[in-house]
C-alpha cells in the first residue's frame, strides 16, 4: 500500500451526480462497476483477500480484474492473465458456492473440495460462467473501459481509500491508475448518501 500525497473527498445526496462525477475523475482509467449499485459490494474483507491472494501467488500483480465478489465467508473472480498462447480469463471461486453446470467453453484447472478453476479464451464466456455461479450479488464488473484494472494498482491504493471510511459503506464504483485512484461509496442509511473519495501521488 502506498502512501497517499493527496486526498479529496466528497459527498453527494443524488446517486446520478456521484456517478457523474465518478466518471468524470476516472477519465480513461480502468474502473469497476456494482453489477447493481443498490447493494455495491462490501468492502470489509477486500484488504485481507488482496494481500492473502497475493502472498501465496493465486492473484499476480500482473493480473487484471474482470469482476469480484466478496462476502463474509466466499469470494470469486474473473482475472485476465498473459499467458505464452495469448491472454486467457480464469475464473476463481468457491464450488460449494456454484449451482451444478457444465463447463462448455472453458478447460477445468482445478475442483478442489471448496474452491474452482476454470480458464476461458474469450472475457465473455468467463465473465458469463462468473454470473451463472454468483448470480452477481454484490459483484463488481469492470465495465466502461479499455481495459481491466491491474491488482497491483488495487493493492497500491484501495487500503488508503478504506481509510478515509465515516462507516461501514458498500463499494459502487471504483477506478485505479498508478499514480491515483477514486471510489465511490453508498450507504444502507435511511437517508441515501454517496461518498468519493479520491487518493494519490502528487502530480
Do not use: N
Not at 468467463?126 to 491488482?151: S, Y
Not at 487500503?159 to 450507504?187: H, K, M, N, T
Request: hydrophobic share 45%; with cysteine.
Amino acid at each position: 500500500m502506498t502512501s497517499p500525497q493527496t486526498l479529496v473527498v466528497r459527498t453527494f445526496t443524488d446517486r446520478a451526480e456521484g456517478l457523474s462525477h465518478f466518471v468524470l475523475r476516472a477519465g480513461e482509467a480502468p474502473r469497476l462497476l456494482a453489477f447493481d449499485d443498490a447493494l455495491g459490494c462490501p468492502v470489509e474483507t477486500a484488504l485481507a483477500a488482496l494481500e492473502w491472494s497475493g502472498a501465496v501467488g493465486i492473484l499476480l500483480d500482473d493480473d487484471l480484474l474482470h469482476a469480484a465478489r466478496l462476502t463474509s465467508e466466499t469470494a470469486a473472480a474473473v482475472i485476465e492473465r498473459k499467458s505464452p498462447d495469448g491472454r486467457r480469463f480464469v475464473y476463481l471461486g468457491p464450488r460449494l458456492d456454484a449451482p451444478p453446470m457444465d463447463v462448455f467453453e472453458g478447460a477445468i484447472l482445478f475442483d478442489e473440495p471448496g474452491v474452482k478453476a476454470v480458464e476461458f479464451s474469450q472475457r465473455a464466456h468467463a465473465l458469463a460462467h462468473f454470473l451463472r455461479a454468483t448470480a452477481g450479488a454484490g459483484a463488481l464488473l469492470a465495465l466502461l473501459g479499455r481495459r481491466a484494472p491491474e491488482l497491483r494498482h488495487l493493492r497500491r491504493w484501495l487500503g488508503s481509500i478504506i481509510q478515509e471510511l465515516d462507516l461501514s459503506r458498500p463499494l459502487v464504483a471504483g477506478w485505479f491508475a498508478a499514480s491515483s485512484a477514486g471510489c465511490l461509496f453508498s450507504s444502507s442509511d435511511k437517508e441515501q448518501t454517496y461518498r468519493y473519495i479520491e487518493v494519490g501521488l502528487e502530480s
